[in-house]
């Protein structure tokens, strides 16, 4: 129970206090749950946050239900869920009352354009933490810029991204191991 207790506040805390969506969660989230908690390790974060990519919903979301389950099965990645969304739903709800209200206010308009850049700089300091830990050798740098200029020049999904990606680095290890 303390442990479930645990894993909704953590999660509450985390949606509490982290704007921007799922990207700019993730650093709190590497803090709180690798370097606080110790709930999982940096490559099972690394692992949590390239699954979440892979299903549907927000990256955040999917990364808290996936821990709590990990740690308390159904009923701690409800819980987990939950805490994260929850501080959300009410500060939503809120500004929802009161925004209509507002929203054509010069000092509001400001406060939106500030937090944007505020927001794009947690979410490129999330990315190079990503980076980091992802790429970790010249195999890794070849695939990161090949995916990158494939997003970045072509139409195609990045769901086929995260696939090839994933195909490439069965290849690559199944290579290595080859080798050996």
């Given at each position: ?70 740690r308390k ?67 890794g740098v ?39």
């Open positions: 129970m303390k442990e479930l207790a645990a894993l909704f506040i953590s999660f509450a805390r985390i949606g509490v206090l982290t704007f921007g969506g799922g990207y700019a969660m993730l650093p709190m989230m590497q803090r709180e749950i690798v370097e606080r908690r110790h709930w999982a390790t940096e490559s099972e974060m690394m692992n949590y946050y390239a699954l979440s990519q892979c299903t549907p919903g927000a990256i955040a979301v999917n990364v808290a239900t996936f821990i709590g389950y990990r099965g159904v009923t701690g990645g409800v819980l987990a869920t939950l805490g994260l969304v929850f501080p959300s739903l009410v500060i939503i709800c809120l500004i929802a009352a009161f925004l209509g209200n507002f929203a054509d206010s010069a000092v509001v308009q400001n406060a939106f354009a500030g937090i944007r850049v505020g927001v794009a700089v947690l979410m490129v300091n999330a990315v190079l933490r990503l980076a980091r830990a992802a790429i970790v050798d010249y195999k070849i695939l990161f810029l090949l995916v990158f200029a494939g997003a970045v020049f072509t139409p195609l999904s990045p769901a086929l991204f995260v696939i090839l990606s994933g195909l490439a680095g069965i290849l690559i290890k199944s290579w290595e191991v080859k080798g050996k």
